[in-house]
């Protein structure tokens, strides 16, 4: 068992659609704290409800502790 935390910078985007259909990808970056990569992962579906319009693009560590 691993009790050591780490820092995951995380960079994701949204697909939105709008009432006329039209899309627009929003694209953000969080700071998660985590044991490891799938957690962070299991966080951002949670996160964002299972929602099919999320795309991990990048999972960073930043530091451990």
């Known amino acids: ?8 910078e995380v960079k994701y985007s949204l697909t939105l659609t709008d009432d006329l259909s ?7 970056t969080l700071i998660i704290e ?3 990569k799938s957690e962070v992962i299991n966080i ?9 319009n999320l795309h991990i693009d990048e999972i960073k560590e930043l530091w451990k502790y």
């Open 1 to 8: 068992m691993n009790n050591w935390e780490t820092e995951f």
């Open 22 to 28: 039209r899309q627009e990808v929003k694209t953000e």
């Open 34 to 36: 985590a044991s490891s």
């Open 44 to 52: 951002m579906k949670h996160r964002f409800q299972y929602s099919e």
